[in-house]
């Protein structure tokens, strides 16, 4: 769940993703002029960075995801 990817190719450094991220969890890379996911954990998938990028460079995943527990792993040798 939360930014699954920016895309820095498509990325203009505009910064309105950071200045639309209600958790603050973007910042300014200040050697490539681009944004990153900063506080990754911090994100809540509400999308606005995604809606907002004026060249679609951000890709949020809304569905939280679960890691479904192996038995096998667990068994004993």
Do not use: F, W
């Amino acid at each position: 769940m939360g930014i699954r990817n920016i895309d820095l190719r498509l990325c203009n450094g505009c910064g309105v993703c950071i200045e639309s991220c209600p958790q603050d969890v973007l910042r300014m890379n200040e050697g490539t002029k681009k944004a990153y996911v900063a506080y990754l954990r911090e994100c809540e998938s509400c999308l606005l960075c995604e809606m907002t990028c004026p060249e679609n460079a951000i890709y949020v995943h809304p569905v939280m995801e679960r890691n479904i527990p192996n038995p096998l792993a667990y068994e004993e040798v």
